[in-house]
């Protein structure tokens, strides 16, 4: 009988493709929504008002946790830092509150995201999973995201937690922000363009959440990152000539990105040199392991409509 999984966060960048991996391999699927939706495998869900409809755990083997407020996509203010807190640790809570409550049910692992944050600044330091977390806002919150993450092991859970870097694709998130500027002929390193940026292809991602569920071997903590990182210079060159696009050696500085992003600059400006040797020495197989021809894979035609016959 085909293994059942548990996706919060699906309808999100990671969780769509995640989602539609595992059906095709064959997996049944069953997703938390805060919206009503025509499928019988969708199951209603309010974080903050700490409600769950029961029924999503049912015949599940394993929980892929995904959820949690953008961190990027607006001003943080006070407010909209504990909602980024809180959007992670409630949700925890609450999955792990319906299963402790309900017995007879089958889940053995618990997989969930984290991120590269967790490090905070780090300069040029080769980052493994056993360095120390540090300081900021969001490594704070990838702290409190993990130590909530941890909790499942008092009910006997395996918990895997991957420290995802950026996730490149066209389909959102970091990448389409990136490669605006150079598309529009104005490609430039931001801050000094030394701070290391761990990067990692969508199918690459989709992979690691999918050798998360299968490998029973894999337990704690996961740099989710391509074993070649890349600085800002580096990336943003590499995007400029996969692209057919200048790069241009001038910077953009960090008082003009306080200006347009704020706080926010903090994620843009921090160096996470990670090293990927714990997800090697698991035995997870990268597709992509340059950023080029991630890259070119990601902007080719080729790629493009293979990924809509999917």
């Given at each position: 009988?085909?293994?059942?999984?548990?996706?919060?966060?699906?309808?999100?960048?990671?969780?769509?493709?995640?989602?539609?991996?595992?059906?095709?391999?064959?997996?049944?699927?069953?997703?938390?929504?805060?919206?009503?939706?025509?499928?019988?495998?969708?199951?209603?869900?309010?974080?903050?008002?700490?409600?769950?409809?029961?029924?999503?755990?049912?015949?599940?083997?394993?929980?892929?946790?995904?959820?949690?407020?953008?961190?990027?996509?607006?001003?943080?203010?006070?407010?909209?830092?504990?909602?980024?807190?809180?959007?992670?640790?409630?949700?925890?809570?609450?999955?792990?509150?319906?299963?402790?409550?309900?017995?007879?049910?089958?889940?053995?692992?618990?997989?969930?995201?984290?991120?590269?944050?967790?490090?905070?600044?780090?300069?040029?330091?080769?980052?493994?999973?056993?360095?120390?977390?540090?300081?900021?806002?969001?490594?704070?919150?990838?702290?409190?995201?993990?130590?909530?993450?941890?909790?499942?092991?008092?009910?006997?859970?395996?918990?895997?937690?991957?420290?995802?870097?950026?996730?490149?694709?066209?389909?959102?998130?970091?990448?389409?922000?990136?490669?605006?500027?150079?598309?529009?002929?104005?490609?430039?390193?931001?801050?000094?363009?030394?701070?290391?940026?761990?990067?990692?292809?969508?199918?690459?991602?989709?992979?690691?959440?999918?050798?998360?569920?299968?490998?029973?071997?894999?337990?704690?903590?996961?740099?989710?990152?391509?074993?070649?990182?890349?600085?800002?210079?580096?990336?943003?060159?590499?995007?400029?000539?996969?692209?057919?696009?200048?790069?241009?050696?001038?910077?953009?500085?960090?008082?003009?990105?306080?200006?347009?992003?704020?706080?926010r600059t903090e994620a843009v400006l921090m160096s996470n040199n990670t090293s990927a040797q714990k997800?090697?020495?698991?035995?997870?197989?990268?597709?992509?392991?340059?950023?080029?021809?991630?890259?070119?894979?990601?902007?080719?035609?080729?790629?493009?409509?293979?990924s809509s016959k999917d």
């Open positions: 009988m085909a293994k059942k999984i548990l996706i919060t966060g699906a309808t999100g960048l990671v969780g769509t493709a995640l989602k539609k991996h595992l059906l095709n391999k064959g997996y049944l699927v069953n997703t938390l929504s805060r919206k009503v939706e025509n499928d019988p495998n969708a199951f209603l869900w309010d974080v903050y008002k700490q409600q769950i409809d029961p029924k999503c755990i049912d015949g599940v083997d394993a929980v892929v946790h995904l959820a949690g407020e953008p961190v990027a996509d607006k001003k943080w203010t006070a407010e909209r830092k504990k909602q980024i807190i809180d959007s992670r640790i409630k949700s925890t809570g609450l999955l792990f509150k319906i299963i402790k409550e309900h017995r007879d049910h089958q889940i053995k692992s618990f997989i969930s995201a984290s991120a590269v944050g967790y490090y905070g600044d780090c300069g040029d330091e080769i980052l493994t999973e056993e360095s120390p977390n540090g300081y900021g806002f969001l490594a704070e919150c990838c702290k409190l995201w993990e130590d909530a993450v941890e909790e499942g092991r008092k009910l006997s859970l395996r918990v895997v937690k991957l420290r995802t870097g950026i996730v490149i694709t066209k389909a959102g998130g970091a990448l389409p922000q990136l490669d605006l500027p150079v598309r529009m002929f104005a490609g430039a390193a931001l801050g000094t363009g030394k701070q290391w940026t761990p990067w990692l292809h969508m199918d690459d991602m989709v992979g690691m959440y999918t050798e998360a569920i299968e490998n029973l071997k894999m337990e704690g903590s996961y740099n989710a990152c391509a074993p070649n990182p890349a600085t800002n210079t580096n990336l943003t060159k590499t995007i400029a000539k996969v692209l057919h696009r200048p790069f241009w050696p001038i910077k953009v500085s960090k008082g003009i990105l306080d200006l347009i992003l704020g706080e997800i090697l020495d698991a035995g997870f197989k990268f597709k992509f392991t340059h950023l080029k021809d991630a890259l070119e894979n990601i902007y080719s035609q080729k790629q493009s409509n293979e």
